[in-house]
């Protein structure tokens, strides 16, 4: 099997190795096999295709040629998706208060979806998602998204905006899937349907969105923003649960996110600095988190 041999390695062991770096699992790799039975586990392996011996040096040419074109589309999309998480970056640090929110926001919803048990899928979707929820305050006015005051309704309609401007943005990158797009565009949802942009009802929400939204607004209340203070850890667990028990976010899913943070002690990810309360107006509903 292979015409490839690195380090003792066989192609399938290649092959296997390549898939498991994130700086190589896109490499197209072309295995060449004698034994009939083990196309099968060259393909498993993530062979993007595998010739037969003797090999038809034509074949191998239209092969690679295929390949490669493929590989410079697959580069394209991998330097749009690099742009969206420089946009995502570029806004957290147009306000000092929410820089590290969505690194923390995805951070704290991997741990929530592995707490839970949820497949090795929805949790990358889930931190990813949780990455970008807020992308679409790229833009946001500073006047509005730094205003130390109250917002005034109509200021409130802007902000309100951002879900559905962050899955324009992020909804023509096909690396990301459907559970990650509904993350950003539907976070500020509430089960009792009273939420934004789309006034989802509880049946409509997945558990994927759920846990963005919780991992959110937990990051909102735990920090300071130019509005509010940052409150003590256990306020931040009793206000979570205060509002589940409103009917905004669901309580089971606050208990076991409440459960995870005491358990991996996660909290203290939020950076401390950040805390110092330098606000003006009373606390805001973490709506607009
Ligand atoms: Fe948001
Ligand atoms: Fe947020």
Redesign the pocket.
């Known amino acids: 099997m292979s015409a490839i041999s690195l380090s003792g390695m066989d192609g399938i062991e290649f092959a296997t190795a390549l898939q498991a770096d994130n700086a190589t699992r896109l490499v197209p790799l072309v295995l060449l096999c004698d034994e009939p039975t083990k196309r099968l586990d060259a393909i498993r392996a993530g062979a993007s295709a595998v010739l037969s011996l003797p090999v038809d040096v034509d074949e191998l040419r239209a092969r690679v040629g295929a390949l490669s074109r493929v590989r410079a589309v697959t580069s394209e999309l991998e330097s749009a998706q690099n742009v969206v998480f420089a946009l995502a970056t570029a806004m957290e640090q147009k306000d000092s208060y929410t820089e590290g929110?969505g690194e923390r926001?995805g951070m704290f919803s991997r741990s929530l979806a592995e707490h839970i048990g949820l497949k090795d899928e929805l949790v990358h979707a889930v931190q990813i998602g949780g990455l970008l929820?807020?992308v679409g305050k790229i833009g946001i006015p500073d006047r509005i998204l730094n205003k130390p005051g109250p917002l005034t309704p109509d200021e409130f309609e802007v902000i309100k905006r951002h879900p559905v401007a962050g899955w324009e943005i992020c909804r023509h990158l096909r690396s990301l899937g459907d559970a990650t797009l509904h993350c950003i565009r539907n976070?500020h949802e509430r089960l009792d349907g009273t939420g934004y942009p789309d006034k989802l009802p509880d049946s409509d929400i997945p558990i994927t969105t759920r846990i963005t939204t919780i991992c959110?607004v937990f990051?909102?209340l735990a920090t300071a923003r130019a509005y509010k203070p940052a409150f003590p850890t256990e306020t931040c667990f009793k206000i979570l649960r205060e509002e589940s028990e409103r009917g905004w976010w669901d309580k089971e899913l606050v208990e076991a996110f409440i459960e995870m943070m005491n358990e991996r002690q996660l909290f203290r990810a939020i950076n401390r600095a950040k805390l110092k309360p330098l606000f003006a107006r009373p606390p805001a509903p973490p709506s607009d988190?």
């Open positions: 929110h926001v929820h807020d976070h959110d990051d909102a988190a």
